[in-house]
């Protein structure tokens, strides 16, 4: 009996060593078990809160493709290329301004010599019946014999010519006995005179006219001292 428990000593020995294998291999298990549930627990909280930040409506492409785009929009610019584009940009603007400028200066240069080839227009118009009046006044005087009716002809002739100007804006000066005046006045000599025309215009040797308030030429005057 005694032999029979001696020869289970090793036997009961193995099993305990055994059991505390297991028991080892078992609480191992557990522990490793236990890290990766915290681990996926870990990974669920930071991807909720990942979805929580991102912007609703928008997926992980749109997101992923706006990250794209700052990427791209934050990506150095050549300063080479884009002073080149400047200068392109700046002189088709030059080239536009300069063509434009110069079909300009051509259409006024154009208009201008058209203005002054045709400015007189008018007035040649109105002044072109008085001298069909002089036409047939000279044919008139061939033939006629009283002196006071050609000389009334004239005079009508005469004064048509002169309202026509006028209605063109012309106007004569008025000189004699006015104080000399070196804007309108031409003095071509001067003469002793009483003491109420020193300074005066005495005589008047050639008219002055106006232009529409412009003097288009000066009076030649004799002034008295």
Request: aromatic share 6%; charged share 30%.
């Amino acid at each position: 009996m005694l032999g029979k428990v001696c020869q289970n000593v090793p036997t009961l020995h193995m099993a305990k060593n055994l059991i505390r294998r297991i028991a080892n291999k078992l609480k191992t298990m557990n522990e490793d078990t236990q890290k990766t549930a915290e681990n996926e627990v870990n990974q669920d909280k930071e991807q909720a809160a990942g979805a929580e930040n991102q912007p609703q409506g928008e997926t992980n492409d749109e997101v992923t493709a706006k990250t794209t785009d700052n990427v791209a929009e934050e990506a150095p610019v050549d300063p080479a290329k884009e002073w080149e584009a400047k200068y392109n940009d700046m002189n088709d603007k030059y080239l536009r301004l300069y063509s434009e400028f110069d079909n300009y200066k051509r259409r006024t240069t154009r208009e201008r010599i058209e203005l002054l080839s045709t400015a007189g227009a008018e007035t040649l118009k109105a002044i072109i019946p008085v001298l069909d009046d002089f036409e047939r006044g000279f044919k008139t005087m061939e033939k006629a014999a009283d002196v006071l009716a050609l000389r009334e002809g004239v005079e009508l002739i005469y004064h048509k010519f002169k309202t026509t100007l006028q209605a063109k804006g012309l106007e004569e000066m008025k000189t004699v006995g006015e104080p000399f005046d070196a804007d309108i006045h031409e003095a071509i000599t001067s003469v002793q005179a009483g003491n109420d025309m020193v300074g005066k215009v005495v005589d008047e040797l050639e008219k002055g006219y106006y232009l529409h308030g412009k003097v288009i030429r000066y009076a030649k005057v004799v002034v008295g001292n």
